[in-house]
């Protein structure tokens, strides 16, 4: 059967999408298993909110009740009040009242009937994220935005693709998430986010924080960009809502000096129209991260399915097959579905390979023991955490399970390598926001001591599995190709790191791409050098 990717075993092959997570700007790394136990949380502590709420209204019933029947008394007894205390009983009954009945409704009013709710919100506290988490979750919405060239209005509509559950961004939401540019003096995304947050205020949404405020970021993160004319006429805008404001009265001062001062040292351009162009359309550059990559451009257009390099001719080399492993019994009544996924390097899918079971039953080995995801050090070979790659991730062994070590098994049949030097089976849980940056699976030349503890030798493979579906983002893309593979729930993908010699294929270079909606669990196996001698031998040629 001839074709590329679109022609993915029509007859038998249902689409899904997949996501990875890490968030490449701080250590927010909770994963979607984890997020998923806050929203139980909240869920929790809204109905112990509720039963505290109904505990304080049957309380104030039982105060009003009690008022009532006491208004009632009290205006009969004052009408005539020596006929009233004449009676004996109307008598024992006022001494009784004032002296033990208001005594129990003075402590029915101090009763405090929040104690449960409060014990509840402390139990649960010790699980709540932190501002570091949400610094994090703002500055992975934040690379969303980058990545996929997303408009801030719409982000804060929530329109975006493949959404269940649309939740728009309020006036405060907007301005925290531009406070968190400008902590980090991101001031391209803090006017992106003032802007937003002042749109909405302009338009009469309510909201905790005020004009002024947003005005007073706004109008600093444009003067840092170089856009004097639009911050002083917003520093003006702030000036009439609050005169006495004192440092915009002091940027008032300062901009006007500073523009004046550009004047008269001839720094502006030679004619009117070209001063008043660069005055009102400032050149504005997103600020690179710390960590920025030469090559996130070309990554991050990957990334939108844009410069693949799927050209007709690549197309016509890709074909999809039964295959048997050269008759592996395991295989031979029930072959794989192999489907080239790209030429060179070449990349291969193996469709309905995990079964809807077994995929679960992976899920639920792995999560109580996420953790932080680590990297092999290039410098001591040790596994360390890493900027690049924050998510949770558990490792399986074979002996743990049936499930892990069929799988394993499954994954020796198809490839014809042994498995018993691989890494244990590595599940990841990656929310969204999430990337792992472009990377290599094997430790390069200037790195010998990548794998020493492990004893097996450098990464010769990569076997990845696809576990769940996700409405938009995530592909797994190759930069130094140019190629994109797109997750298919149930599917996984294989290639070769090392060439037949032993050298690296810096070809193979390649990332995840930031979940845009939705979450991704994958699973993926490492197959080592140790035990390949007499199943992939030696190439004569150092690059084959």
């Not at 592909?475 to 190629?483: I, K, L, M, P, R």
Request: hydrophobic share 35%; glycine share 6%.
């Amino acid at each position: 059967m001839k074709g590329g990717r679109s022609m993915m075993f029509c007859f038998f092959v249902a689409f899904f999408a997949v996501l990875r997570y890490s968030s490449g700007y701080s250590d927010f790394f909770t994963s979607i298993g984890h997020m998923t136990d806050l929203v139980n949380t909240e869920k929790d502590l809204v109905t112990s909110l509720k039963d505290y709420i109904k505990a304080e209204e049957s309380k104030l019933q039982q105060i009003k009740q009690w008022a009532e029947s006491l208004e009632k008394l009290t205006d009969r007894a004052t009408s005539d009040p020596e006929a009233y205390v004449g009676h004996p009983v109307n008598a024992f009954k006022l001494v009784k009242r004032l002296n033990t009945e208001w005594g129990e409704l003075e402590n029915l009013i101090l009763k405090d009937m929040s104690d449960g709710f409060i014990s509840n919100l402390t139990i649960q506290r010790q699980h709540f994220p932190t501002d570091e988490d949400q610094t994090g979750a703002a500055k992975a919405l934040i690379r969303l935005q980058d990545t996929y060239n997303l408009d801030t209005d719409k982000i804060s509509r929530g329109d975006l693709p493949g959404v269940k559950h649309k939740s728009s961004l309020t006036v405060d939401d907007c301005f925290e998430l531009g406070k968190t540019a400008y902590s980090d003096a991101d001031y391209y995304h803090t006017e992106l986010w003032m802007s937003q947050a002042l749109k909405q205020l302009d338009a009469g949404e309510p909201a905790a924080i005020d004009k002024v405020t947003v005005l007073d970021y706004l109008s600093y993160a444009l003067y840092q960009q170089g856009d004097m004319d639009k911050a002083l006429e917003l520093t003006k805008r702030l000036l009439k809502i609050d005169p006495e404001h004192q440092r915009a009265n002091g940027n008032l001062k300062y901009f006007e000096y500073v523009m004046s001062k550009q004047k008269k040292d001839g720094q502006e351009s030679a004619t009117e129209a070209t001063t008043k162009e660069q005055a009102t359309e400032p050149k504005k550059k997103k600020r690179h991260p710390a960590d920025h990559l030469p090559e996130r451009q070309k990554y991050e257009m990957l990334c939108r399915g844009e410069n693949v390099k799927m050209t007709p001719r690549r197309q016509k080399k890709l074909f999809c097959r039964y295959f048997d492993a050269g008759k592996n019994p395991r295989l031979v009544l029930a072959p794989a579905k192999e489907q080239d996924e790209w030429d060179k390097p070449r990349i291969v899918r193996y469709v309905d390979i995990l079964s809807e079971e077994e995929m679960e039953k992976i899920k639920e080995l792995a999560k109580p023991r996420l953790r932080r995801a680590t990297v092999h050090d290039p410098i001591t070979g040790e596994l360390t955490t890493a900027h690049y790659r924050v998510s949770k991730s558990a490792w399986l062994a074979g002996y743990e399970d049936p499930v892990v070590k069929r799988i394993n098994q499954r994954i020796e049949d198809v490839t014809g390598l042994d498995v018993n030097t691989a890494e244990e089976l590595q599940v990841a849980n990656y929310g969204v926001g999430g990337q792992y940056e472009p990377h290599f699976d094997f430790g390069r030349k200037d790195e010998p001591d990548a794998f020493k503890e492990l004893g097996t030798g450098n990464r010769i493979a990569t076997w990845l599995n696809y576990m769940s579906e996700v409405p938009a983002g995530g592909a797994t893309v190759f930069t130094e190709v140019g190629a994109a593979v797109w997750p298919i729930k149930g599917s996984a993908v294989f290639w070769y790191n090392l060439f037949q010699s032993g050298e690296g294929d810096y070809s193979t270079r390649h990332a995840a791409c930031p979940v845009l909606v939705g979450s991704k669990w994958v699973s993926n196996k490492w197959i080592h050098e140790r035990g390949q001698e007499f199943r992939r031998r030696c190439g004569l040629s150092e690059m084959n």
